[in-house]
Every structure is written in C-alpha cells, then in structure tokens.
C-alpha cells in the first residue's frame, strides 16, 4: 500500500469515528438531559394542592390560632413585659409587686386586641439579675 492510500483510510477512520461519535454521544435536541444543568429544568407533572403551596398562609393561620398577639409582642409597660413563651402561655416579667395590678393591666391588654384572656396561661415572673462573668 503506497503512501496516500494510507493517509485516505486513516483520514476515511477519522470521519468515521466523528461521525459515530456525533451520532451516539451527542444529545439530541429536545431530550432531557441527566447533567447537571445550572438552570432549573421546569416540571409539567400535575400542580400539588394550594394549601401545601403558601407555607406563609400555614404560619398565618398557626399564629393566629396558638399565638393571636405575636404581633403585639413583646407587650412593654412601666409594669411589666409580657412575652410568649410557647402556644397560648405568656410569660409576664414583673417591674412591680402589684401582681394584681398587673394582672389586671394584661387582661385589659387581652380584650381589647380580641382575645379571651381564659384562653392563655400566664405566668408571672420577677426580673432575674444579670449573671456577672469575672
């Protein structure tokens, strides 16, 4: 075999092996892909219900029931501060001995935003001193 015919099969090779190498590895134009691709690829799978869509309107509605005053909170006064300490329980740091007076002042606090002051617990605490760090 003289010098050309060598050069043309292994340039004949090379074409070959491009073109098999398009054909099989190339991906096709509109198949997915299982690359990774920086860009989200959208779903047409069947939309999920509207309640597990909004999580804000889950928490609205969670607040409202466990935590109705979480906006008005913390709750500051000469008094006292009334904060929540977890579903339904306020926790009332006093400023003053007069639980009674403060109690009062609370449930007045209660009603007028609405709410039933039965339907919390209250616990009343004193201020407890900062802790010194030597």
Sequence with gaps: MN?????????????VGILVSIKFLWPKPNSQSTSFSPTPILSTSTPKPKENLDIYEEQKEINAKYYP?????????????ATYSGPLNLKVIMFSEDQEKIKNKIEEWLIKNGVDPKSHKIEFVKPSAPTLVP
């Design 3 to 15: 010098q050309k015919t060598k050069i043309l099969i292994g340039a004949l090779a090379t074409i």
């Design 69 to 81: 005053l979480i906006t008005e909170t913390p709750y500051r006064t000469t008094l006292f501060e």
